[in-house]
């Protein structure tokens, strides 16, 4: 029995690929009996250009409907008269415009179907169109989760796989079917409009009891420009949008294969898994395709309809049942090996290959070791204590009050950086507090090993990694933050080299670009005055790149929602610079000048040297000058590594050290915080650890560049910066530093009635003079470090701070009738009198307050005498309000912590390396447009004769019209789109919006008669596709 084969060809662009695809069918070995082309929406251009290429039919669409509709149309409207007689058999070959068939390739693929009667359904090898040795399917398969599987993904073409044969499936590209099945199954199932339109008819193939082959040896050029199948692009939107085309099928088709009571729950869950969907492309670091996942879900469930269709088409063709093809679908294992082996080879593409830094070879180890040891020495005092109390360190509340002061409070918002604390807290659950005494401990080390992991990106020398961690963790801003209990120093330290590690490769991906971002927010929370310095980072990155725009944007994402409430209520409540007060608990400090800046150290007197030369008579600028001496070697380094390294690290060091600098004096001369009448001024500590790290990272490029030299040159620079700090070390050794003083706050009777309300209010009375009383009051057991908000500070006197006022002064008057009252409005539980500097003084308040009868005396305490506030008195204080909305704004406490909580977590699941690599379409060169040619003019002829309009024959043969040919228009799923002028939008109807579909408006020059174009049969032109329904929806990839 003969083989008589009808070529389906679908074009909707034209162009040069349209040509080279007729040309390749009309130079078969085995020449197809018809050729029947498609206009699926290309306008007259399209129509042209069929004609001039002498195909034997045309059906126009007047819009472009999907691969499968246009081949249905194709396949309904050919010409009858080359049906095929009695000892034929038909076949249909399906193409489409940029699927170019090499000249063997029909005649290697009817040899398969030809010795097989059984095998109705054959598919050829797809090569790439620009590098046809480079395999793109081989056909389709199943996993055994019901995933869609490409056999091969670019590949050599070695004729490896030539012994292939029995399939699940193959595409809708080159597939070769048999007229009688592709009428008894219905054609392609409406519901795939792009995505697995072949594999599922594939699949009903062989329910119905038939076989599917691949022709290896069959080889067809296909550009994937989205004429069938999705289009491949390197464009991020287009992408996403195959993504979403591929995401909307394959739920279709689970749904669609899955038993009646399975499927049913399937249905019902996809709202829920639409939100774990969006959630999964957070993990996997797509952020991109977030919307595709939600849409493609809720776009099946809204398509009741369209799942019943497709689910009854597949139990039509099922005669054989599903256990015929189980062995067909793909070993999970396999598919493990598959994709890791991909995985590996596209990393390898893409130059994203695991860096090797040898951290026990080059010193890592070595250098955490010895940093471990000396913080022990150091800190050894903090170790035994489960608490610190003094300097610049509070305790923290308890886990749920922890996390409780991140919110909104009366309408006064929590700094980020209790964010951090309620985070830190959290590890030691059990005591919140504990977790700080952990970090002083472990500061040291910690800040070592980011500075070496960061210097490791910069250089491979050994020496310039070791003084960068050394130089860094033993710096003159860390230690002394340590003895003053400046906890939020410490965190910065510890996070600012694992910054700059993320910042600097944000745009390579996702995970980085997440990770960024809650660095940057750790680090900002802690030191608010760097951001000025993060702002010009963030403009330097966006103008740096623009394709890496988005994942730049994304390092912002996590400070700002933390800082968005702070900086409101500080823009509205009239002070801005509130902004960058320094949270945390304040202790009082002079400042250092300039060269002590310029020396490392952030208070005035360098850590001791300059107490050890007013000792022996020598006033304070030789100690400047020892120090600048002892620092001298780490500095020629730093001038060598700057003037020698690489332009970007040296620029990028260059800069964020200056800008640390100008930081570290600009905050020395900021008042914004006041303790008593004394101001404090801002920390330069947060300034000067950048400085800092800019320092040490210059002087690891130095190091680098005098090769040998370099132990004898780091060690003589790291043992003058030991020297330069030993003083401070000394200390922390000894510890003679406020944190090593353990005492409680308040009395155990005060403890433990706030541990029990936390609302209990003490009134702390300090006599510091004649009439001169400091009066705090804390909130229940006494003042946490999270409870304290620098949103709270106001210059001038507030209604509170006159409350207090007014009743410290009705304390101070015998027989003031207005205490009761007083005491009442203020919630005030105890009052406790601390001893001051005169001893006179503090008698003389005793004496007064025992002569009130609303207070109860509770006796003497560590803290000093402490009065209990009578029962009948006594009004137990309000809770703080989380129902309160932000200053400028309709939003709740409660609200914003959502949106916070939300944000964070969304970047938190970003930042997990669990991102999955996505191969980057190569760019494709676009057809070239194809211009008709023009009409030849006759010789010496003196009057153009008037062209008369030509008959139409009978069998409908068309003459070429309209202007000039070319590629056409393209809509969302084909490439290659050409000027909007051009375009005329007509929207594809469907249920999820889409983007507008064009189609071109018919020519309206002359016609002309076409000299040498044979008589193309013109088949009537086929109605206008049935209205759009949910199949016509683009839909995503998995």
Not at 195 to 218: I, K, N, P, Q
Not at 995 to 1013: D, F, H, K, V
Request: aromatic content about 6%; proline content about 6%.
């Amino acid at each position: 029995m003969r083989s008589k084969v009808t070529v389906v060809l679908v074009a909707n662009q034209g162009g040069e690929w349209l040509n080279e695809t007729v040309s390749g069918i009309r130079s078969q070995t085995r020449v197809p009996a018809t050729l029947v082309a498609v206009n699926n929406g290309g306008g007259t251009r399209v129509d042209n250009q069929l004609r001039e290429a002498g195909v034997d039919a045309i059906v126009a669409l007047p819009s472009k409907v999907s691969f499968g509709r246009a081949v249905a149309q194709g396949v309904e409207n050919r010409p009858q008269s080359q049906a095929a007689s009695s000892d034929e058999t038909d076949w249909f070959w399906l193409l489409s415009e940029d699927a170019c068939p090499e000249p063997e390739a029909l005649d290697h693929i009817l040899a398969r179907v030809e010795v097989a009667p059984s095998v109705v359904v054959a598919g050829p090898k797809l090569v790439d169109w620009d590098h046809p040795e480079r395999i793109i399917e081989l056909g389709q398969s199943l996993t055994k989760r019901g995933s869609r599987w490409l056999l091969r993904r670019q590949e050599l073409d070695q004729q490896q796989y030539d012994h292939m044969q029995d399939v699940m499936g193959v595409g809708p590209v080159g597939m070769l079917v048999r007229a009688d099945v592709w009428e008894q199954l219905g054609g392609f199932d409406p519901a795939y409009s792009t995505y697995d339109d072949g594999l599922d008819f594939s699949v009903r193939t062989r329910l119905a009891g038939y076989r599917v082959e691949v022709a290896a040896e069959s080889r067809v050029r296909f550009a994937r420009s989205g004429v069938a199948g999705p289009r491949i692009d390197r464009s991020r939107s287009v992408l996403r949008q195959a993504h979403r085309q591929a995401r909307t099928s394959h739920l279709q088709r689970r749904i669609a294969y899955a038993p009646a009571y399975l499927a049913a729950l399937m249905w019902i869950g996809l709202p829920f898994l639409s939100i774990a969907r969006v959630a999964w492309a957070l993990i996997r670091e797509q952020p991109g395709n977030m919307f595709a996942e939600f849409l493609s879900a809720w776009s099946v469930f809204l398509r009741p309809k369209m799942l019943l269709q497709s689910r009854k088409r597949v139990k039509e063709a099922s005669h054989v049942g599903w256990p015929a093809i189980r062995q067909l679908r793909v070993d999970q294992k396999y598919v493990r090996t598959a994709r890791m082996i991909d995985r590996e080879a596209i990393l390898a593409a893409q130059g994203r290959q695991k860096r090797e830094i040898h951290f026990i070879s080059t010193g890592g180890l070595a250098v955490l070791i010895a940093a471990f040891v000396l913080a022990i020495g150091m800190t050894w005092w903090a170790i035994p204590n489960t608490s610190l109390i003094g300097g610049g360190m509070a305790p923290l509340s308890g886990f749920a009050e922890l996390w409780h002061n991140t919110r909104m409070i009366d309408g006064v918002p929590a700094d980020p950086f209790t964010w951090v604390l309620a985070v830190l807290g959290s590890l030691t659950f059990w005591n919140p507090s504990h977790a700080l005494v952990i970090l002083v401990v472990i500061a040291i080390p910690l800040s070592a090993m980011g500075a070496w992991t960061w210097a490791a990106q910069l250089t491979e020398s050994r020496a310039g990694r070791a003084i960068t961690a050394l130089g860094f963790g033993l710096s003159p801003v860390l230690l002394g933050s340590i003895a003053a209990g400046r906890l939020t120093t410490l965190i910065l330290a510890i996070v600012l080299p694992w910054l700059l590690l993320a910042a600097t490769r944000c745009r390579e991906s996702w995970s980085w670009a997440g990770t960024a971002s809650l660095l940057a927010a750790v680090a900002l929370a802690c030191a608010p005055v760097l951001l000025p310095v993060a702002l010009v980072f963030l403009v330097i990155g966006l103008f740096s790149s623009v394709r890496g725009m988005a994942r730049v944007l994304t390092v912002a994402i996590a400070p700002a929602v933390l800082f968005a409430p702070k900086i409101i209520h500080a823009l509205w409540s009239g002070s801005p610079l509130n902004i960058f007060m320094d949270p945390g608990a304040v202790s009082p400090f002079e400042p250092g000048n300039t060269w002590h800046l310029l020396l490392g150290f952030p208070e005035f007197g360098l850590e001791g040297w300059g107490k050890i030369f007013e000792a022996i008579g020598l006033g304070g600028a030789p100690a400047t000058l020892l120090v600048g001496i002892l620092m001298l070697p780490l500095a020629l380094l730093a001038l060598l590594g700057l003037y020698t390294g690489r332009i970007a690290v040296t620029v990028l060091s260059a800069l964020f050290g200056g800008l640390g600098m100008f930081i570290a004096i600009m905050s020395s001369n900021f008042v914004l915080t006041t303790i008593g009448d004394t101001g404090v001024a801002l920390w330069p500590g947060s300034g000067l650890a950048l400085y800092w790290l800019a320092i040490v990272s210059l002087a690891a490029l130095g190091a680098e560049l005098i090769g040998r030299a370099a132990p004898a040159v780091i060690s003589v620079a790291v043992i003058g910066a030991l020297i330069a700090v030993g003083p401070l070390a000394l200390t922390l050794a000894s510890g003679k530093v406020p944190l090593a003083e353990q005492h409680q706050q308040t009395p155990a009777i005060v403890q433990a009635a706030g541990a029990g309300n936390t609302t209990t209010r003490t009134l702390v009375l300090t006599a510091t003079g004649d009439h001169a009383v400091r009066a705090e009051v804390l909130v229940g057991a006494g003042t946490r470090m999270d409870q304290m908000r620098t949103a709270d500070f106001r210059k001038q006197p507030t209604a509170q701070d006159k409350e207090i006022a007014d009743l410290v002064g009705a304390l101070g008057s015998i027989g003031d009738p207005s205490v009761e009252q007083r005491l009442q409005d203020a919630g005030v539980s105890f009052v406790l009198l601390t001893p001051g500097p005169d001893a006179s003084a503090d008698a003389e308040m005793q004496r007064i307050f025992e002569q009130h009868v609303e207070l109860l005396s509770a006796g003497s305490t560590q803290q000093g005498l402490l009065w209990r506030v009578a029962d009948d008195v006594v009004q137990k204080a309000e809770e703080g309000s989380t129902s309160r909305v932000l200053a400028g704004t309709n939003l709740s406490g409660h609200t914003i912590w959502v949106i916070q909580v939300i944000v964070l977590l969304g970047m938190f699941m970003l930042a997990l390396p669990t991102g999955e690599v996505v191969e980057q379409p190569e760019r494709r060169v676009k057809p070239a447009k194809v211009k008709p040619p023009k009409a030849a003019k006759p010789a010496k002829e003196p009057k153009p004769e008037k062209v008369k309009k030509p008959k139409k024959p009978k069998n409908g043969a068309a003459v070429a019209a309209g202007g000039e040919a070319g590629v056409e228009p393209g809509t969302p799923e084909a490439p290659l789109v050409p000027d909007a002028s051009e375009v005329a939008e007509a929207p594809e109807a469907a249920e999820v919006p889409e983007a507008a579909e064009a189609s071109e408006p018919r020519g309206t020059s002359e016609a002309i008669e076409a000299p040498a174009a044979p008589e193309i049969p013109l088949v009537p032109e086929a109605p206008a596709a049935p209205e759009a329904t949910d199949t016509d929806t683009k839909e995503a990839r998995s």
